[in-house]
């Protein structure tokens, strides 16, 4: 399944009163995360929605465990992998590290979405075999 | 148990590209709302680390569903609860609702941390019966 | 000319590891104002865009002064005017208070940008006339 | 002067739902460019609290110039470097490039300040010489 590695440093401003990471900067993280992985599989939200004509990839459940707090200056790896394919969602496994501490694990599904062109509304769609095959690459296409 | 509801326009800078609530952001009013709930208990947490000798109350499990997205300029209600009481942690349930419909439910851990003053290490300890008693209560204290 | 005064307290996740707040937050707050005053004046982005065919109001000059420091559970209020009117742009006033001191005096220019048909650019144009009035009004209307 | 130059893309949630960067994102990445030209001069805030008894380097004044809006995806480029000594300040310069383009422009006031420790007010101090020495240097200590 398709994989992705990014690594950077705890910002003065990512951090609360406490001293430690403000709890939805995490999340902001994993969201960045998201985009990194579908641009390894050479997939960009933008050209997805023109290319397949979907609306969005919208979170419908994420879950997180907070191992470990993190600090301004802590240098963090973020491991995040395509985990399962459903028929019209996939689910994101997140794994934060904090040196080889792994400080952080989060799971998420999105789902893929398409406005309907009769009804106007938004409608989950089976994932076409194209995104499948990119979100299966053992190795993304080089 | 403790609740609280308060109320707010989501604002412009709060949605992405696609025009709808960036995702992290839910997670900031989660927060903003655990603040709210501490202080309709009469509990701050600058005083709480003055009066208990907490180092703080950081979340150590999250989750959360997304029934429905949300815009720019929707009134949103987020109920927060106490759901449950552990030994050196307690639970929130987060409800936000669009209107009459409940767009994001979530439940997050958090545990009651001291520094331990031999070992320096951050460590669980059992909530303080003043804590449980303003956690139970049916009606905060007028 | 059109102003609003709006309140609010300053939340835990505002404030940085010095524990104030962390600066781009008063930006977001300024952001926020903007929108608070356009309702004031019954008008507001989305209408805007289809009323008028602009693809926006973006900022393209601020100057700040940032004269005292704000802390968690600070009661806050901005006060934000239209200073003055160009002929394709908009100056606005934010004048932020921390009970009853002046913390943080702003000022931004914003332009009135259309994307013009044929060259597909965006270009500043004049303000209409009844943008003109509603900025130009002593008092809301009612 | 001290100079330090950083590059990185623009992300989904940086921007608004005009499609563009949403203007506090410019002030967080001035944010982190400041830490990243301190510690191109071997100086970090922490440390800087401990060897010189700060109480922090609180920004004072602002001015930005927005010349051109960047989107998802931009490759951006900060250029930061001290523009100014004062006796108990000094003043920023950051030029945000989009490309080739010279996107935004901005300058800042930050305050060497100390907490007077016989009235516990926020004092503002002169700079220490060897501050002085590491902002003035042309090239970074190897």
């Not at 609360?16 to 902001?28: A, H, L, M, T």
């Not at 579908?38 to 990839?57: K, S, T, V």
Request: charged residues 25%; contains cysteine.
């Amino acid at each position: 399944m398709l994989i992705n590695r990014r690594s950077f440093m705890i910002q003065f401003g990512d951090c609360d009163p406490s001293g430690i990471v403000y709890n939805p900067r995490y999340f902001e993280w994993f969201d960045i995360s998201l985009h990194a992985l579908l641009a390894r599989g050479d997939l960009r939200l933008r050209q997805m929605i023109e290319e397949f004509g979907i609306d969005g990839i919208p979170m419908v459940e994420s879950r997180a465990k907070f191992l470990a707090p993190s600090r301004y200056g802590d240098e963090i790896v973020i491991e995040t992998s395509v985990a399962k394919l459903h028929r019209c969602a996939f689910d994101l496994h997140h794994r934060l590290f904090n040196a080889d501490t792994l400080a952080v694990e989060a799971f998420e599904t999105r789902v893929w979405t398409v406005i309907d062109p009769q009804e106007g509304r938004i409608r989950a769609r089976p994932l076409p075999a194209a995104v499948i095959a990119r979100f299966s690459a053992a190795e993304p296409p080089s």
